[in-house]
T-cell receptor, first 113, second 118 residues
Framework: DAKTTQPPSMDCAEGRAANLPCNHS???????VYWYRQIHSQGPQYIIH???NNETNEMASLIITEDRKSSTLILPHATLRDTAVYYC??????????????FGKGTLLTVNP | DTEVTQTPKHLVMGMTNKKSLKCEQH?????MYWYKQKAKKPPELMFV???????INESVPSRFSPECPNSSLLNLHLHALQPEDSALYLC?????????????????FGQGTRLTVV
């Protein structure tokens, strides 16, 4: 019951910007968009989150469209160590005032030398 | 300390064995989670503990039994598992549960326990 859609895979040249898209057309007005990544055989790692405005931190930038139906994660200068599966996540209502993080299929980003 | 520590890192168990996975965090987080991840698949939520109480059970078979003895510790007790239960088991914690206000809370994940059932 993931509420996001991402391309299954993308390639990027080392040193170039990686732009990872995500569709979340059913997102409600007060829901955040979260991005995590998972490097092979490691636990998922938080990258960034956003609500309406664009966000930037030391790892990445997040661009959210005005209608909030989609977003793009930008890694400005991709390195080989950025090769990972990137997950765009929106919180899911589990009922009884409980919510949960449900992972979609994610995008495998491969950074090539 | 921003770590979630899981032990053991690897576990091989027979179908008649009883074993436990352990997860620990010392960040004062009040929500803890168990996820199961099969190869080349995304993590799947199993259980959520909010303030030491089980708040979400994603219809997990009873051969998996979670326990939260205190706010820092989360266990997953395993009994009579099947080979198809072999997977990476991930623990996570967050400062507060994913509450109904839509507020932000970040989840920190451990490195997982690689479980093989033989």
């Amino acid at each position: 019951d993931a509420k996001t859609t991402q391309p299954p895979s993308m390639d990027c040249a080392e040193g170039r910007a990686a732009n990872l898209p995500c569709n979340h057309s059913t997102i409600s007005g007060n829901e955040y968009v979260y991005w995590y990544r998972q490097i092979h055989s490691q636990g998922p790692q938080y990258i960034i989150h956003g609500l309406k405005n664009n966000e930037t931190n030391e790892m990445a930038s997040l661009i959210i469209t005005e209608d909030r139906k989609s977003s793009t994660l930008i890694l400005p200068h991709a390195t080989l160590r950025d090769t990972a599966v990137y997950y765009c996540i929106v919180r899911v209502d589990s009922g009884g005032s409980n919510y949960k993080l449900t992972f979609g299929k994610g995008t495998l980003l491969t950074v090539n030398p | 300390d921003t770590e979630v520590t899981q032990t053991p890192k690897h576990l091989v168990m027979g179908m008649t064995n009883k074993k436990s996975l352990k997860c620990e965090q010392h960040m004062g987080h009040r929500a803890m989670y168990w996820y199961k991840q099969k190869a080349k698949k995304p993590p799947e939520l199993m259980f959520v503990y909010s303030y030491e109480k089980l708040s979400i059970n994603e219809s997990v078979p009873s051969r998996f039994s979670p326990e939260c003895p205190n706010s820092s510790l989360l266990n997953l007790h395993l009994h009579a598992l099947q080979p198809e239960d072999s997977a990476l088991y991930l623990c996570a914690s967050s400062p507060v549960p994913w509450a109904g206000t839509g507020g932000y809370t970040e989840a920190f994940f451990g490195q997982g326990t690689r479980l093989t059932v033989v």
